[in-house]
C-alpha cells in the first residue's frame, strides 16, 4: 500500500506541473544492505520517507549565479529519491540500488556543473553516482561520487558533488569556484586538534607516535617517528587522539576490539566486500594462535618443527590443492574447529611442485632476480666490497671477502676480469643490519649481517660464489666488524654449513623486505602523496582524476597496520628479526630514500643493474638480460608513463601552464614541506616547473602504488609461505665446532636449521599474516582499469586510458610467452614458479600475479 502511495503522488506532481521535467538515476548502497545491525535505524529511515522526509538533492549551475548567494551557482528546487523503502537491490554489484528522481527544471540552471545532497535519514549510505538523462542542450550528464553521505546534521556544509567535467582553478567557471574551494577547505579540516569522528572528512598529518603504548610500561615505550633529524620519517593520516598518560608526545591507542575503528576519512575506508575478505582472512589467522590443541598436531617437541615434513603438514595436499579463491564456503571449511582442516594452508607454490627445489644454490640465486623481493640486487663494482658506514663511529666495515675465496669459481676469470665484463654481483644487507645489530642481537634474535656474493654464468643465471656474516665488535661498535666468511659446499656437515649461512642471508633479506622495500617504500611512502592531493587538489583537477584510483585503500590498510602489525608487541616485531627496533631502524634507512630514485629505470641504473644506451628500447640496457622483475617491470614503467603523458599533455600544452597551476603548485609544496617534511630541504625534489616534471612525477607515483608494491608484495606467500625458504627470525648463532649446537648439526642437519630459524609459533604467525597480505579481495580494480568508464568527461583521455589497457594487454601475452621459453632460466626456475608478480590482471585470491591499481593490502 504504501507503494502505490508514493507512486500516486509522484505521479500527480507530474502532471499537475507546467515545467518539463529531468529525469536522473541515483546509484547507491544504504548502509542497512551492508550492516544487518542497523535494523533500528533501517525502520526510522522507512518513516521519514513515508512522512517527506528523505534524500533531497538540488542541482547546482555552472554557468549562472545567484547575486543573492555571493554568484555561487544558482541552486535548483529541491527533488528527492523515489520509492527509498520499496527499491529491490537489482543491482550492479552487490549491495547497490538505482533509485530514480526527477528534477524540476529551470532554465536559469543553465548547465548542471554539481548538485548539492542532503541526507535526513538516520544512517549513512554510500554514493556512487548521479546520472542525469536529457538534460536541454546538454543530453547526458554523469556525476561520479564514491562517497559515503552521512546524515545532514553531521555536516556544518550541504555535501557537495561535480560532474566529471575538468577544470583547472583558473578555468573553473565562475558558480562554481567558491563551491570548489569550500570543499577543499572542509577537506583540510578546521586545524584544531580535536579527535576525529568516522563522518569527517578531514585529511591531516601527524607523526608515527601511535606505534608506542608507554602507558603499558617502558617495555612498549618507541620513539616518535618524523618530526626529528634523529628518527625522520614520512607522516601518516591524522587521527587526534588524545596523548597517552605517560608520554604527552605519544599518542594513545585504540584497544584491539577497536582496532577497524580507527580514524581514516570515511572515503578512505574499505569497501564492504574488501571489509568481508579481511575480516575472513584475519579470524582465520588468529585461529591458529589461540587453539589449545596446536601442540597435538605436531610430533614430539613442542614449539619447534621437528623435521621438514612436520612444516608441510600445515599445507593441504602437495600437487593436489584447488584454486585458492575467495568464497565463504572456503572460509568456513577452514574454519573448522573439529580436525586439522582448521590449520590447512594453501600450498605455497615454491614447494608446489618440488618440496625441496628451494635448497638450491640456483633458487637461493634466482629469487634475488625474480622473487618477492628482487629490487636489492647490484652490481659489484669493487672488490673487495666496501662500507659506507662512518668508520669513526664504526671502524672498519670492510669485507673480508678476498679473492682466493672466489677465483676458482669463475670460469677461468680473475676478479677484475669478472668485474670488468659485468659478472659479479651482490646482495649486499651489512651497512643496513649493522646500525642496529648489537641492538637486535640482545633480544632474542641471533643474526649477522651479511653479504653475498655472486657469479654471471653464461646461461644467464647467477651462482652464488661466498657469503659473509658479520658481528659488531665484542669490544664496541669503534673496533669494527667481526666477519667470516663461507662458502658453497656439497655434501657434509660444511654443506649443512652453507644451508645455514644461506639461511641468514634469507633472514636479513625477510626483514630488509618487510620493513624497507614493502612497508617503507610503498605504504608509508605513499600515503603523504594522499593526504596533500586530497587538501590541495580540488576532484575537478586532471590530476587528482589520474592519480585518484592509485590512493585507494591505502590509508586504511596503513591504520591497521599501525594497530595491530608495525606497533610495538605487534606481529611484525613478534615474527620479524628486527623485533622492538624495527620501525626505528625503517626510520634510520628512510635517510637513504629519494624520490626520484624510485623511478624503475633510475633504480636499475643506480644498483648496476642497467646502464643507458641510445640503441636499446627505451634507452636502457639490462645487465642481466634475464632479469625478470626489470623486464617486466620496464614495459609496465614505460606503458604508465606514455599513459600519464598522453593524458598530462592534454591538459598542459606547454610548462607555464605547470607554473601558473594553483593547486598543483599548492599540492607539491605541502607535500614536501609537510608530507615528507623530514626531507624538504633536500635539493632532488622535481621543482615543479615543467611538463617533464609532472609527467615524471606522476609516472613515479603510480608505479609505487601499483607496480612496485606488487612485485614485492603479492609474492610473499608464493615464496614466503613456506618458510623454510624465507625464514624471518634467527634464534642461535653459527655452530662451532665443539659445542653440543654442532654435534647437532652432523647427527640431523634438517632439525638444526629449523631450530635455528623461525619457531612454530611464529611461523604459524607469520604465515597467517602474509596469506592476508598476498589475496587480492574480490572486488580489487586492477592497473588498465577504472571502476566506472564515466570518470572524465574528456574523450582523448578516454581513449588514452584505453589505449593503456590495450598495452597492458600486450604486456601479459608477452610474459606468458616469456614464462613458456625454457631459454629463460630465471622466469621459472627449478621450482617451477612462472614469475607474474607483474602480470597486470588476476582473479580474486590468492593468485601471485596482478597489480592492483594501489597499495590496497
Same mark, same amino acid.
Request: charged share 25%; net charge negative.
Given at each position: ?23 536522473g538515476?541515483?546509484?547507491l ?25 528523505? +534524500? ?37 554489484? $552487490?549491495?547497490?540500488s ?6 524540476? /527544471?529551470? @532554465? ?18 554510500? =554514493?556512487?553516482?548521479?546520472?542525469? @538523462? ?10 561520479i ?19 566529471? &567535467? ?16 569550500e ?53 601518516r ?26 580514524? +581514516? ?17 584475519? =579470524? ?6 589461540? &587453539? ?9 617437541t ?17 600437487? @593436489? ?15 573448522q574447529i ?31 632476480l ?5 629490487? !636489492?640486487?647490484?652490481?659489484?663494482? #669493487? ?43 651482490i646482495l ?20 649477522? $649481517? ?54 641468514y642471508v ?19 611512502a605513499?600515503?603523504?602523496?594522499? !593526504? ?7 576532484v ?16 586504511? !590498510? ?14 611484525l ?46 634507452g636502457?640496457?639490462? =645487465? ?23 593524458y598530462?599533455s ?11 597551476? +594553483? ?21 632532488? /625534489?622535481?621543482?615543479?616547473k615543467?611538463?617533464? @616534471? ?13 607496480a ?56 604459524? +604467525? ?27 568527461y ?12 590495450k598495452?597492458?594487454? #600486450? ?12 631459454i ?8 617451477k ?18 597489480i592492483?591499481?594501489?597499495v590496497?593490502?
Open positions: 500500500m504504501f507503494e502505490n502511495i508514493v507512486n500516486a503522488l509522484s505521479s500527480l506532481c507530474w502532471k499537475n506541473s507546467d515545467h518539463m521535467m529531468i529525469k538515476r541515483v546509484v548502497m544504504k548502509k542497512n544492505v551492508l550492516d544487518f545491525k542497523d535494523l533500528s535505524a533501517s525502520l526510522l529511515d522507512n518513516l521519514h520517507e513515508f512522512v517527506g522526509k528523505s +534524500v533531497s538533492l538540488q542541482l547546482v549551475s555552472a554557468s549562472n549565479g545567484d547575486p543573492g548567494n555571493g554568484m555561487k551557482g544558482k541552486v535548483g528546487k529541491v527533488a528527492y529519491l523515489e520509492d527509498w523503502s520499496t527499491t529491490i537491490t537489482p543491482s550492479l554489484l $552487490a549491495g547497490e538505482t533509485y530514480n528522481i526527477t528534477f524540476e /527544471w529551470d @532554465e536559469e540552471i543553465g548547465t548542471p556543473g554539481a548538485f548539492l545532497i542532503k541526507n535526513n535519514h538516520h544512517s549513512e549510505f554510500y =554514493l556512487k553516482s548521479l546520472t542525469l @538523462e536529457n538534460v536541454p542542450g546538454h543530453g547526458v550528464i554523469h556525476f561520487c564514491n562517497s559515503w553521505v552521512y546524515p545532514s546534521h553531521k555536516y556544518q556544509k550541504d555535501r557537495i558533488f561535480f560532474s566529471n &567535467k575538468t577544470y583547472f582553478l583558473s578555468e573553473t567557471p565562475e558558480p562554481l569556484l567558491k563551491y570548489r574551494e570543499e577543499l577547505q572542509t577537506l583540510r579540516g578546521n586545524g584544531n586538534n580535536l579527535q576525529l569522528q568516522e563522518w569527517d572528512r578531514v585529511y591531516d598529518y601527524a607523526y608515527y607516535n601511535d606505534l608506542g603504548d608507554p602507558d603499558k610500561g617502558p617495555k612498549y615505550a618507541r620513539p616518535v617517528l618524523g618530526g626529528s633529524s634523529e628518527y625522520p620519517y614520512p607522516r593520516g591524522r587521527t587526534g587522539r588524545q596523548p597517552t598518560k605517560s608520554d604527552a608526545n605519544s599518542e594513545s591507542r585504540l584497544n584491539l576490539v577497536m582496532s577497524l575503528d580507527i580514524y +581514516v576519512p570515511r572515503d578512505e575506508r574499505f569497501g564492504h566486500l574488501k571489509l568481508t575478505d579481511f575480516l575472513g582472512y584475519a =579470524l582465520k589467522a588468529i585461529v591458529p594462535i589461540i &587453539k589449545p590443541e596446536l601442540e597435538s598436531l605436531f610430533d614430539s613442542p614449539n619447534e618443527f621437528d623435521s621438514f615434513e612436520d612444516v608441510l603438514k600445515l599445507y593441504g595436499e602437495i600437487k @593436489e590443492i584447488r584454486d585458492y579463491n575467495i568464497h565463504a564456503e572456503r572460509l568456513k571449511e577452514n574454519l573439529d580436525g586439522e582442516k582448521l590449520f590447512k594452508y594453501p600450498v605455497p607454490q615454491v614447494i608446489k611442485e618440488d618440496t625441496s627445489a628451494w635448497r638450491t644454490d640456483e633458487e637461493f640465486a634466482r629469487e634475488m625474480a622473487g618477492v623481493n628482487p629490487v !636489492i640486487i647490484r652490481r659489484l663494482q #669493487e672488490f673487495p666490497p666496501t662500507s659506507k658506514l662512518d668508520p669513526n663511529i664504526y671502524g672498519d666495515q670492510s669485507s673480508t671477502i678476498r679473492k682466493e675465496h672466489i677465483e676458482s669459481n669463475l670460469d677461468g676469470l680473475t676478479v677484475d676480469e669478472a668485474i670488468a665484463q659485468n659478472k659479479l654481483f649486499d644487507h651489512h651497512d643496513a643490519l649493522m646500525l642496529y645489530l648489537r641492538r637486535i642481537n640482545s633480544t632474542s634474535t641471533k643474526t649477522y $649481517a651479511s653479504r653475498t656474493i655472486l657469479f654471471l654464468q653464461n646461461n644467464g643465471t647467477l651462482k652464488p660464489l661466498t657469503i659473509e656474516l658479520s658481528l659488531p665488535h665484542p669490544e664496541g661498535d669503534q673496533h669494527g666488524a667481526i666477519s667470516k666468511v663461507y662458502i658453497p659446499a656439497e655434501n657434509g656437515v660444511e654443506n649443512s654449513i652453507w644451508q645455514l649461512a644461506k639461511a634469507a633472514v636479513n633479506d625477510s626483514g630488509y623486505h618487510q620493513l624497507i622495500s614493502h612497508w617503507l617504500h610503498t605504504h608509508a605513499i600515503e603523504p602523496f594522499i !593526504i596533500s592531493a586530497n587538501r590541495q587538489l580540488s575537478l583537477h586532471p590530476i587528482h582524476k589520474l592519480l585518484y584510483p592509485h590512493f585507494r585503500d591505502t590509508m586504511n !590498510i596503513n591504520a591497521l597496520a599501525r594497530q595491530i602489525l608495525i606497533n610495538a608487541g605487534g606481529i616485531e613478534a615474527t620479524v628479526f628486527p623485533s622492538k627496533y624495527a620501525m626505528e631502524m625503517s626510520s634510520a634507512l628512510y635517510k637513504d630514500w629519494t624520490f626520484p630514485e624510485q623511478a624503475l629505470p633510475a633504480d636499475l641504473i643506480k644498483r648496476g643493474m642497467a646502464v643507458e644506451d641510445s640503441t636499446s628500447p627505451h636502457l640496457r639490462l =645487465l642481466i638480460n634475464d632479469y625478470p622483475y626489470a623486464v617486466d617491470g620496464l614495459e609496465i614503467w614505460f606503458a604508465i608513463k606514455t599513459w600519464v603523458q598522453d598530462c592534454f591538459y598542459y600544452k606547454d610548462d607555464d601552464t605547470v607554473k601558473n597551476d +594553483v593547486e598543483l603548485q599548492s599540492w607539491w609544496k605541502e607535500l614536501i614541506e609537510q608530507g615528507h617534511g623530514d626531507k624538504k630541504n633536500e635539493p632532488w /625534489w622535481p621543482k615543479m615543467t611538463v617533464k @616534471e609532472l609527467i615524471e612525477t606522476c609516472t613515479i607515483i603510480i608505479w609505487i602504488a601499483s612496485l608494491h606488487a612485485a614485492v608484495n603479492f609474492g610473499q606467500y608464493p615464496y614466503a609461505g613456506y618458510l623454510p625458504n624465507r625464514p624471518t627470525i634467527s634464534r642461535r648463532f653459527m655452530p662451532e665446532k665443539g659445542t653440543i649446537e654442532y654435534n647437532e648439526l652432523v647427527e640431523n642437519p634438517d632439525k638444526a636449521f629449523l631450530k635455528t630459524i623461525t619457531a612454530q609459533l611464529q611461523t604459524l +604467525v607469520g604465515v597467517s599474516l602474509i596469506e592476508i597480505l598476498s589475496t587480492h579481495s574480490s572486488d580489487e580494480v586492477y592497473l588498465g582499469q577504472r571502476d566506472t568508464k564515466h570518470w572524465t574528456d574523450a582523448e583521455p578516454l581513449e588514452a586510458f584505453d589505449k593503456f589497457g598495452k597492458l594487454r #600486450e604486456i601479459e601475452e608477452r610474459i606468458v610467452a616469456m614464462n613458456d621459453d625454457v629463460l632460466e630465471n622466469r621459472v626456475g627449478g621450482v614458479v612462472p614469475y607474474t608478480l607483474l602480470f597486470p590482471t588476476s582473479e580474486g585470491g590468492l593468485t601471485g600475479s596482478g592492483p591499481n594501489s590496497s593490502i
